[in-house]
């Protein structure tokens, strides 16, 4: 293929491009690609100790002790990922960031497979795997478990099928489509909005004539079916995804708005964010492929309709890269590219992963833009300074003591160290931990972590300040660590007080 070749894409008939997508195919992605995505697999796992567990990662661990089809603020995929990853390779934040780097290795090859699939040759493949391996948005859900990471992959493998839908005709694919919509479903329900978006665009830009194959509604109901026990948790818990999805519009919609648009830029880096005008322009320029770029604006109203996370546009800059990568391997300027590329892979190595050293991290730009980076480190250090206030505590009361830990990261953390540190049972009103239930009525002695101390005044007889967490670029840090005694209610009538969602 010429560079002529790989800056159009285009195919002469229908027909002829299916056979050579599918000849392609068979011949599976070149082995650059593949060497590149397990470089990505290998530097990925090396610095996974570096800094420490994120604090979803902990929470994510305690959930995995409870094995459900759902929790209040996250379908059931991502703790599971957590258990079994500490059940096979044992209870250490290694363990539980080797599906992550697998996942980014995926995400590596499945983005070079669908620079292919829009007709982009060998440079073309390179060049997309080599811009996504050293991409932040790819980098953080690379490093740790986070539920950006499976969904990624989800998403972008539904993305490549469905360019295998519109540009080979190839209805099979919309089994796959569901399958995988199924899956993702488990993970976060957003997939909704990639299905969603490209379907509007399909109706608007067509080619509408997929939308009559039987193959499409076979897939719909293969994804009910997959999806159904979530479904069904769902409808019987009064819809707790919605409840999480207001209060988080609340809690931080204002913000992920006004960081939307650069964020769109910083996600993948300046040079890839080039090439993704460039894939929009030529997604828009082939009537097969359009409905993908309208798909992209139109997310991106009604994520910031929704005060949603920027990232979650992440999936769509993927393929509008995948896109670019076949029209910038045949610029002109490819050089002055792949050096732009070669600056934003060191910065997006340090801004991504965990290579400032973490007694500097505090004040520096990774801590400011990275809340990956920042909020794993310190974690263990949170349960160590716990430990000193229960261990000051008289022999008797520190026999009955309980922990109240003021949101997940902070019960995660105690949960993980408890038994390293000797501390008691950890409760918390966040989120999912709120229905796990209350302390046991006889309490009267608690340490908490977090809780605002002016609320502790009217919930406990007697409360004292113990301390504050110090050592932490994130949000632990100052946290005020509280000592109190004599519950002035049954706990089961504290308990729903407690209770607060973000």
């Not at 697998?102 to 292919?116: D, E, H, K, M, Q």
């Amino acid at each position: 293929m010429t560079a002529g070749d790989e800056a159009t894409g285009d195919t002469p008939t229908e027909s002829a491009g299916g056979d050579a997508r599918a000849g392609a195919a068979l011949a599976g992605p070149p082995r650059a690609v593949v060497a590149i995505a397990a470089a990505t697999v290998a530097v990925l796992l090396v610095v996974s100790p570096w800094y420490g567990y994120h604090r979803d990662e902990l929470y994510f661990r305690m959930l995995g002790e409870r094995p459900r089809l759902g929790y209040f603020d996250t379908p059931p995929l991502t703790p599971m990922i957590a258990r079994l990853s500490t059940t096979i390779f044992g209870d250490t934040v290694v363990a539980l960031r080797i599906v992550p780097a697998l996942c980014a290795g995926a995400l590596v090859v499945l983005v070079a497979l669908a620079t292919r699939e829009l007709g982009g040759g060998r440079t073309a493949q390179i060049l997309a795997a080599a811009g996504t391996a050293t991409s932040v948005l790819p980098l953080v859900a690379g490093h740790a478990l986070l539920t950006l990471t499976p969904d990624l992959v989800l998403w972008s493998a539904v993305t490549l099928c469905l360019l295998r839908v519109l540009l080979r005709r190839d209805g099979r694919y919309w089994l796959w489509v569901g399958a995988l919509c199924g899956i993702a479903a488990y993970n976060r329900d957003l997939i909704v909005v990639l299905l969603g978006c490209a379907g509007l665009g399909v109706l608007v830009a067509g080619p509408r004539e997929v939308l009559r194959d039987r193959r499409l509604w076979a897939g719909a109901l293969l994804a009910l079916a997959v999806a159904s026990p979530n479904l069904v948790y769902q409808a019987t818990h009064d819809w707790p995804q919605f409840q999480m999805a207001q209060a988080l519009k609340i809690d931080e919609g204002a913000d992920n708005r006004a960081a939307f648009v650069p964020l769109q830029i910083v996600l993948l880096g300046p040079p890839q964010a080039v090439v993704c005008v460039a894939g929009w322009l030529r997604l828009w320029r082939n009537r097969r492929v359009r409905s993908l770029a309208v798909a992209y604006p139109v997310a991106c109203a009604l994520i910031l309709y929704s005060g949603g996370r920027p990232d979650y546009t992440g999936a769509f800059l993927l393929y509008l890269f995948a896109a670019g990568c076949v029209m910038a391997a045949g610029w002109r300027w490819r050089g002055a590219l792949v050096a732009a590329l070669a600056v934003n892979a060191v910065v997006a190595v340090v801004v991504a992963l965990p290579v400032v050293p973490a007694a500097s991290l505090a004040g520096t730009p990774v801590a400011a833009v990275n809340e990956v980076a920042r909020e794993s480190v310190g974690m263990r250090d949170l349960a160590a300074q716990t430990a000193r206030v229960v261990n000051g505590l008289p022999a008797g009361e520190r026999a009955g003591a309980v922990l109240l830990a003021g949101n997940y990261g902070e019960a995660g953390a105690l949960r993980r160290w408890a038994g390293e540190f000797g501390l008691p049972q950890v409760y918390s009103g966040h989120n999912e931990l709120w229905w796990w239930g209350p302390p046991p009525e006889g309490t009267r002695v608690v340490v908490s972590v977090g809780y605002p101390p002016a609320y502790l005044g009217t919930a406990f007889a007697h409360c004292g300040a113990a301390g504050r967490l110090s050592g932490m670029p994130g949000e632990e840090q100052g946290v005020p660590i509280t000592v109190c005694r004599d519950p002035v209610r049954p706990w089961r009538e504290l308990w729903p007080g407690m209770r607060h969602y973000s």
